[in-house]
C-alpha cells in the first residue's frame, strides 16, 4: 500500500539522471517517476529508505541536503560552464 505523507523529501534526483529507469523499478513504494527530462522522487510517497541510491549506475539519486552542491557539478552544469552559456 502507498502511504501519502506532506513532508520533505529525503531523496532527490540531479540532472545526471540518464532516464534509465532502474529506480523506478526498485523503489518499493513506486515512490519514483518519470518526469519530462529525468526521473524525479514523489516526496509524498517516499520514505527515505534510501534502497535506490545503490542502484543509480550514475549516482544521481542524492540525499536532499546534497542536492544543491551536487546539482552544481553535474555533467551539463560542467558542460554549460564550458561552453560558456
Ligand atoms: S528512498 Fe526508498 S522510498 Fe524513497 S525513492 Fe528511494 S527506494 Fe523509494
Ligand atoms: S537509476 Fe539513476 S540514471 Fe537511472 S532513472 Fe534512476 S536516477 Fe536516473
Known amino acids: 500500500m502507498t502511504v501519502e505523507r506532506a513532508s520533505a ?3 532527490m534526483i540531479t540532472s545526471d539522471c540518464t532516464r534509465c529507469g532502474v529506480c523506478e523499478f526498485m ?3 513506486g515512490a519514483i517517476k518519470e518526469a519530462p527530462n529525468q526521473f524525479v522522487v514523489r516526496r509524498q ?3 527515505g529508505c534510501g534502497e535506490c541510491v545503490a ?3 550514475v549516482r544521481a539519486i542524492v540525499p536532499a541536503h546534497e542536492f544543491a552542491s551536487r546539482q552544481r557539478h553535474t555533467r551539463k552544469a560542467e558542460l554549460k560552464r564550458v ?3
Open 27 to 29: 523503489c518499493p513504494l
Open 83 to 85: 561552453l560558456g552559456v
Open 45 to 47: 510517497v517516499c520514505d
Open 55 to 57: 542502484y543509480c549506475p
Open 9 to 11: 523529501s529525503l531523496f
